[in-house]
Structure formats: structure tokens, C-alpha cells
């Protein structure tokens, strides 16, 4: 094939366009060399049991293969990732720097030249691979809050109830709490945020402690609003508690305050208005996206940051089975 030739033929909108396609080829991470950077100084463990009882099973479609001694299933590198059973992994992996950039897919459908199933599928998975980072155990102080949205059954074909005509409906409907679904935002002041589903509905104690209560111990100061069921939650604890009038913005002692907490909830309003409308299926796996994207907004590889998670979690497509699961826990009724 000669390229000069090729190029003579082009006219110059046709030159910039592929240069900007090539230039995407070029930027895209390559996730079988991260891997393989990685296998270099960290223990291979089985995506199927967490063994590290594994040995080498020669070679399957390219990709080195292993076997696991205890639960007797082989894998590669690439096996519970988000990568696995991909075929189209250039597009995949352009995709990545369009994901850190929260683009529409719509509009990652025509850029890389995918089907629009195809990229939701992608973002899903992606966003399945970022779960590990949402949430982890807090340093020091820890500002709390409890957050209320709509539901929204956005795409979701099993309703057992006609879909709202307009909004009025909703608001003319008895018990308005249970038609919100409340989540949870934490932040310590060490740039480690999290943002889980709580429930439907107001939160509880429980529902604060299956959220947050593994992040945080008795070596942490919790501050928050005078919410009931946090405050009985930091008791149960036995949590050191301040408490705050979210329309007083005060300080006390200079330190304890809830205003991260506070503009990380005004961050992700302004960065979920893109999307018009969370399904609330869904929201978890924004919640993990925005949470990512807080973590890594002033790295400079953000692109490479999200490659190393897709490398890195062999637990993705695990979770990623699992979106219709959690809904359906979500959304049975427990008793309060
Ligand atoms: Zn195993």
C-alpha cells in the first residue's frame, strides 16, 4: 500500500479529517501493554476465585493463558475486565478519553464510528470498572450529607405503573418521599469523595451505615446536617458528631464545616444536566463516574488513569452483571 498515493487522492477536508482520526488512533491507550506493565510487579490472581495459586496454560487467540489450581477455570489477562469479549479494542480504547471527557453517546457513536447499543454497553462497563474508587476508608474529618431525586424510569420497559404524563402527576401523588430515591455524599478532606444509592425513599441508619459505615471509624470526626437518622447513626457509632443549619454556612473550631460536601453535590448538579435525566437503574453507575472524575480532575493522565482501572479490576463484568440486581434490591420494599 503506498500512503503518498493514497494521500493524492484526498482533498484537504478529507486530509484534516484523517488527521484527527489518526491523531485519535494514536492518543487511545493501549491496554495489553498497561496489562502486561502491570503483570511486571504485581501477583496475577484468578478473576474466577481470587486465587494466586495459578500457573502458565499456553496460549489461546494471541493472549497468554493461565489455570487456576483451586478452582480448576482458566483465564487471561484480560478475563472479568472490562475489555474482555470486546473485539473492536481500538474503538474501545478511543472511547476511554471520551468517557473522561463525560461525552454524549450520541455524539461517541459518530466521533469513533460505533453503533449507538454498542457504545452504552461500553459506557457501562467502564463505568462498572470505576466502582472500586467510589468509596474507600476516610482520613480525618468526614462531611456527610443525604441528597433526594426524582426516580426516573428513563428506558426501563417493566413498570408496574403507567409512566407520568407530566410532572404534576407525580407532585398530585400520595407519600412524595417514596417517589425520591435518596443517596448518600461523603468527602474527607483528603480529595476522597463517595456517592452511593442509599434507597427509596428517606434514609435510615442502616441505610447510611450499608453505604458509608465500612469507610469510617471512631478515628474520624463526622460533620453533617441535623438529619435524625445521621445522627443516630454517628451514636450507634459512637462517632465524635458536629452538626450544622444547612442555611447557616458556619464554622466551628475553625475546622468543622460541611462545605465540601456542599459544592461536590453543586459540581454533579451541574455535571449531570447533560445527560437530561438519570435513569435511576442507572444512577449508581453515574454516581461512580462523577466520583471517578472528582478523583482524578487534577491529574494529568486522566485518559491513562481510567486505562489502569480497565486494566486493573478483573471484578468488572461481575458488576456490571449485577446493575439489574441491585435495581430490583433497590427497589423491594424494606421495613422501617
Ligand atoms: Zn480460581
Sequence with gaps: MDLQEILKTLSQNEKVELAQLLQQDLSAPNIELLKSNINKDQEILCPHCNSNDIYSHGNYKGRKRYKCKVCKKTFNDFTGTAIS??????????????????VSIRKASSQIGVNIKTIFDWRHKLLSSMALMNGQSFLGIVECDDKQLNINNKGDRHLDRKPYKRPSDRETKRGVSNDKVSIIVATDRNGNPT???????????????NT???????????????????IAWAKEKKLEHHTFIASKQHVKDKCYHVQHVN??????????KRFYG???????QYLNWFVFLEKVKKSRTQTLDLAKNVALDISTIKNYRLINNRYENLLIPHSS
Design 212 to 230: 458509608i459505615g465500612e469507610f469510617i471509624s471512631t478515628q474520624n470526626v463526622l460533620c453533617s446536617d441535623s438529619h435524625p437518622s445521621i
Design 263 to 272: 459544592s461536590i453535590d453543586n459540581r454533579y448538579e451541574r455535571w449531570v
Design 85 to 102: 469479549g470486546i473485539k473492536k479494542t481500538n474503538e474501545f480504547q478511543q472511547y476511554i478519553s471520551l468517557v473522561v471527557e463525560s
Design 195 to 209: 456517592m452511593q444509592v442509599a434507597k427509596i425513599g428517606r434514609i435510615d441508619s442502616d441505610s447510611v451505615e
Design 278 to 284: 438519570v435513569s435511576t437503574k442507572y444512577l449508581s
